[in-house]
């Protein structure tokens, strides 16, 4: 099983700020998945195939990586962006990272 | 549009048997697969297993001997059964469309999630 790390576990940004969200998978894998999920709410699809934004993500948002190194940007924090973020990859067992708890500041 | 709803007791009795359905409309479950994820309070999720469209079922090696996925495509349902239910399997359970892309397939739709709660 590919084990997905993420880091940080938790973090706070301020408006106007970039963020970074990294996710390490144990064994590589081809692409990586990302999902936003807010309290009390179904995660949602967020970039697919490590770089491809998920329809209505706004274009702050970038993924980027390879092998076993993949991470989540964004440019110009927005109170909106205020969630949880996962990463998730698709060979068997699909896995999910543990996730990045990212609050405003 | 697509939408999937879970439905199901909210509570189970350890050593019982899980019972969910997953109602979906707006696709068809002979062209899309669906998959169950869960989630317990404050945690990643967890793919569980998957009914793919052509009735073939993928299970989780950590779930498989508890686990069973079935589906009626007359009712447009995807149900899901586990026994020997302990209290680790509380949480909240979801049913997922499956999008096949060029290169891969990733979780598209999402249900709006059951809680199910093991305990005596």
């Known amino acids: 099983e590919i084990v997905l790390t993420q880091s940080p576990t938790t973090m706070t940004a301020s408006p106007g700020e970039k963020v970074t969200i990294t996710c390490r998978a144990s064994?590589?894998?081809?692409?990586m998945h990302w999902y936003q999920q807010k309290p009390g709410a179904s995660p949602k699809p967020w970039i697919y195939e490590t770089s491809k934004l998920a329809s209505g993500v706004p274009d702050r948002f970038s993924g980027s990586g390879s092998g076993t190194s993949y991470s989540l940007t964004i440019n110009n924090m927005e109170a909106e962006d205020a969630a949880t973020y996962y990463c998730q990859q698709w060979n068997y067992p699909n896995t999910f990272g543990a996730g990045t708890k990212l609050e405003l500041k | 549009q697509v939408q999937l709803k879970e439905s199901g007791p909210g509570l189970v009795q350890p050593s019982e048997t899980l019972s969910l359905t997953c109602t979906v409309s707006?696709?068809?479950?002979?062209?899309?697969?669906v998959s169950w994820v869960r989630q317990p309070s404050g945690k990643g999720p967890e793919w569980m297993g998957r009914m793919w469209y052509d009735g073939d079922t993928a299970y989780n090696s950590a779930l498989k001997s508890r686990l069973s996925i079935s589906r009626d495509t007359s009712k447009n349902q995807v149900f899901l059964k586990m026994n020997s239910l302990q209290t680790d399997d509380t949480g909240t359970y979801y049913c997922?469309?499956?999008?096949?892309?060029?290169?891969?397939?990733?979780?598209?739709?999402w249900g709006q999630g059951v809680m199910v709660t093991v305990s005596s």
């Open positions: 064994s590589s894998v081809s692409y």
């Open positions: 707006g696709f068809s479950l002979t062209s899309y697969s």
């Open positions: 997922t469309r499956v999008l096949a892309t060029e290169a891969s397939y990733y979780f598209d739709y």
